[in-house]
């Protein structure tokens, strides 16, 4: 309906067969549900796969290895996902590499043949991939390392921001979900940000300033204090808690009285201290299109449902990671300033990064 489900490495953001593999579909097959220990919202649910062996799905994965793919058996993506816990796998970077193949064998630009929802072959290719043999060893770095060896602008349609695959939601109409992938702290990921339930209420079309501040606002309260105090996203986000407990918890759990200011100004520093870091990593060789998601969602439209023709607006999305890096005080490279740094009490990073790779202006 809302035309943000990955699709053929996230070529469309409808799938034909999303019925099969969707929430109802899994209440049909679902054996049992589990959660971490003590909690009382047991959030995973077990199926029973096309092997007959159980498997915990979740949206991200059941989208990476389902539509994104083209499979629509959801017994047979359930393998897919128990395949990759049984083997150590980030089953979303599964998900997308396996597309990015499907898509490279479509294109010619690989030997291997591989067509979309190809079960047998796509079963073979993860074992291939964890004992790095043949094309497996191309996919086993993830979809960046794969599009530079590949070649021939298959780095247009590599789903990744900063190396890391983009996690389930297709945001060719989605410019603030596009931010929150492109600024993400660990590439593009949901955790920090989940704005598209957000976005699809309020709006697609829009570029504006109340993107920005939600993208951030996200930040700090999901990548930023959820992260500092390791708890759960899922009262809040999903079930809607009232953050002003999280204050009331920290206090009677530490005895630290702290405001979400006081909160929001260790969120600000955690992602000054991670962005810190990317740019001494890189050095010279860092960009704001670090911050700039695959050019797939600007180059090529949707062909179909409610979004048909939608693409986003690279001048537009330009100027909203512009108004983020402002906002985060940052430059226009999106590196924060020495200025920034001092006030977050980050002194030895700002003198770290002048030292090393000469970044302040």
């Known amino acids: 309906e809302n035309s943000v489900l990955p699709t053929h490495n996230y070529q469309e953001g409808v799938f034909e067969r999303a019925n099969a593999i969707g929430g109802s579909a899994m209440e049909k097959i679902k054996t049992s549900q589990r959660g971490c220990p003590q909690c009382n919202m047991t959030c995973g649910n077990v199926v029973e796969d096309a092997d007959g062996k159980p498997s915990e799905l979740d949206y991200e994965n059941v989208a990476m290895l389902g539509s994104n793919i083209g499979l629509g058996d959801l017994k047979k993506v359930a393998v897919f996902n128990r395949m990759a816990d049984e083997f150590g796998l980030d089953a979303i970077t599964l998900g997308s590499v396996i597309g990015f193949a499907m898509e ?50 298959s780095s247009r349609w590599a ?18 979900m596009a931010l929150a992938y492109g600024t993400s702290s660990i ?22 300033e109340e993107k920005v501040d939600k993208v951030i606002e996200f930040q700090r309260i999901r990548g930023g204090v959820f992260e500092c105090l390791t708890t759960c996203r899922l009262p809040w986000i999903e079930l809607g808690f ?28 955690v992602y000054s201290l991670i962005r810190a870091f990317w740019v001494r990593e890189y050095g010279k060789n860092w960009t704001g299109e670090m911050d700039v998601p695959p050019a797939r969602w600007f180059e090529e439209p ?38 920034t740094l001092k006030r977050l009490g980050l002194e030895d990073v700002a003198k770290q990064l002048k030292e090393r790779v000469n970044l302040f202006k």
């Open 104 to 153: 490279a064998s479509e294109k010619g630009l690989i030997s291997e043949k591989l067509s979309w929802g190809d079960y047998a072959t796509a079963k073979a290719l993860i074992e291939d991939i964890v004992y790095r043999r043949d094309l497996g060893d191309l996919l086993a770095e993830g979809v960046r390392f794969a599009a530079e060896k590949i070649g021939k602008d």
């Open 187 to 208: 590439g593009a990921h949901h955790k920090d940000a989940w704005v598209i339930s957000w976005e699809v209420k309020v709006g697609r079309e829009g570029y504006g």
């Open 242 to 269: 009232e953050l002003e407990w999280y204050t009331k918890f920290l206090h009677a759990t530490t005895g630290l009285k702290m405001t979400w200011n006081d909160l929001n100004m260790i969120a600000d520093r």
């Open 302 to 339: 949707l062909t179909k449902g409610t979004f048909k023709g939608a693409k986003l607006d690279r001048v537009k999305y330009n100027t909203m990671l512009q108004m983020y890096y402002k906002k985060r005080g940052w430059d226009k490279r999106g590196i924060p300033t020495e200025t």
């Open 159 to 176: 789903m990744h921001v900063k190396g890391l695959e983009i996690t389930a939601y297709d945001c060719h109409a989605a410019p603030a």
